[in-house]
């Protein structure tokens, strides 16, 4: 997703923002009862916004021919998973804090709020999930996988990113989130490198090959 705003084009990222935010919106509607479904609105409107919004992160001379890549949809990659507390807390209540690298350099912090045991078909692993403490805030869970540096962006994949809108719903009774890896997505680092992109960390770095979401080759 494109991160911010330049003077003048305030606008523009604002539009970026609402319209994901709608895409969003109707995702978790239609996928609750159609995931494929919803899934195949997902990604051509985002291949749209990628062509033709001035916010794409792809660059200007790329969008026209731009063709988004994906794996094949695997249903069996989509689960509802409680999630498990962090009990290592700090004083603003967040979790364990942490400064993830970012893909033009420096950091950006965030707290871990809990942990996510997911079933894959090739056994249960466990991924972080994390609070962004600064900019809008938001819940924030990248992985890395074994098809990153051949597949995918070397540095990782997005599957929520709240921050920005994306979010596949949850059960606030049940304390759990959807999560369905067909709509992982690359970070906007992986069209250019302008853009600043916190990356996973090595405690989201997963031993199986996630294939499902986009593709880059």
């Not at 998973?81 to 004083?91: F, K």
């Not at 709020?113 to 999930?129: K, S, Y």
């Not at 900019?135 to 540095?155: M, Q, V």
């Amino acid at each position: 997703m494109a991160e911010t705003a330049t003077k003048g084009d305030e606008l523009e990222l604002a539009d970026w923002r609402r319209t994901v935010a709608e895409l969003y919106a109707d995702v978790r509607r239609l996928a609750a009862e159609d995931p494929a479904a919803a899934l195949a609105m997902w990604r051509e409107v985002r291949e749209r916004l990628y062509q033709r919004h001035p916010q794409s992160p792809v660059p200007a001379d790329d969008r026209p021919s731009f063709r988004a890549g994906h794996f094949e949809h695997d249903p069996t990659l989509r689960f509802e998973v409680a999630l498990e507390p962090d009990h290592t807390i700090d004083a603003k209540g967040l979790g364990l804090a942490l400064e993830l690298p970012v893909s033009a350099g420096g950091l950006m912090r965030f707290g871990r709020i809990g942990w996510l045991a997911i079933p894959f078909p090739a056994g249960e692993r466990r991924l972080a999930l994390y609070w962004m403490e600064g900019y809008a805030g938001g819940l924030f869970l990248p992985f890395r996988d074994a098809t990153n540096g051949r597949e995918t962006y070397p540095a990782g994949r997005y599957l929520l990113d709240a921050a920005k809108s994306a979010d596949l719903g949850g059960d606030l009774e049940r304390q759990s989130l959807i999560l369905d890896f067909n709509f992982a997505y690359q970070p906007s680092c992986a069209f250019d490198p302008k853009w600043a992109c916190p990356l996973a960390p090595p405690e989201n770095r997963l031993d199986i090959e996630v294939r499902a979401g986009e593709r880059i080759a």
